[in-house]
């Protein structure tokens, strides 16, 4: 398995905003395209206006297979359209567990 980290920087004062946008019109579609989502989060102390996505794929392959499928999404195209404008930097990771994790 690997995990993808994804990290938004959101505009200030955007942040509920971001989140009740994905929530309403494009989680369902979201999570049953890319599968196994792990985490949905957003910081509370720290970085603040920050939200995070964890994504669990099977291989680098499946992955990509199911990013280029959420990528055609019609529903998904309209949605990115709509919290572009919100979101200031983004940061994605791919990240391998060790042999003693407990997310493998």
């Given at each position: 398995?690997?995990?993808?980290?994804?990290?938004?920087?959101?505009?200030?004062?955007?942040?509920?905003?971001?989140?009740?946008?994905?929530?309403?019109?494009?989680?369902?579609?979201?999570?049953?395209?890319?599968?196994?989502?792990?985490?949905?989060?957003?910081?509370?102390?720290?970085?603040?206006?920050?939200?995070?996505?964890?994504?669990?794929?099977d291989s680098y392959?499946?992955?990509?297979?199911?990013?280029?499928?959420l990528s055609k999404?019609?529903?998904?195209?309209?949605?990115?359209?709509?919290?572009?404008?919100?979101?200031?930097?983004?940061?994605?990771?791919?990240?391998?567990?060790?042999?003693?994790?407990?997310?493998?």
């Amino acid at each position: 398995m690997i995990i993808e980290m994804r990290t938004y920087s959101i505009k200030p004062g955007e942040l509920h905003n971001f989140i009740n946008i994905y929530d309403k019109e494009i989680r369902q579609i979201h999570t049953k395209i890319l599968g196994n989502q792990i985490g949905f989060f957003y910081t509370e102390v720290g970085n603040v206006n920050e939200v995070v996505h964890l994504y669990g794929y099977d291989s680098y392959e499946d992955r990509q297979l199911r990013r280029e499928v959420l990528s055609k999404n019609p529903e998904f195209k309209v949605y990115i359209g709509k919290v572009q404008d919100l979101i200031v930097d983004m940061k994605n990771q791919l990240m391998s567990p060790a042999s003693f994790s407990n997310i493998k």
